[in-house]
């Protein structure tokens, strides 16, 4: 085997030991599990225990891969969660903000329907003559419409 080949297995072995897979990086766990996985042939040779110690440190990674994922995918859905609420909050205040509570009186006027004072000689001389009053019989006397030729009216068909 390569001599530099072995110096980045043992660095790789160092740098994934259990105490320091903690504080590495999704990518870098990535990285090293998949160097330790193509380096089985590497740890064969070795003897049995560097292979027992190899295999272990392979599940070591993917359990922190797994575990860096899964908590990854929990930020992300709670993140969600969390802008969901808040859009259906915001969507429920504007809501809210677009209703008018009461309707609103204008300043300096009154609820009451505003009322015309007429004097009354005006009320007089604005309404129609009633019954009572003679009327000009020339003027007010109802005339017919204008007569058109009609076709005679259909018989009903059988």
Known sequence: MAPDLIAKYRQVMDATQPGKVDSLSLSQIKKYYDFLCSQVALAKNSGPNTLDQHLRRIEELRYA???????????????????????????????????????????????APPTTLESPTEATETTQPTATEPTDSATDTPTEPPQTEESPPLSPTP
């Open 65 to 111: 891969m797994n575990s860096k994922r899964h908590h990854l995918t929990q930020t992300l859905a709670s993140v969600g969660i969390g802008l969901t609420v808040v859009s259906i909050l915001v969507g429920l205040a504007r809501c809210h903000a677009d209703m008018p509570l009461a309707t609103p009186t204008q300043p300096g006027t009154s609820a």
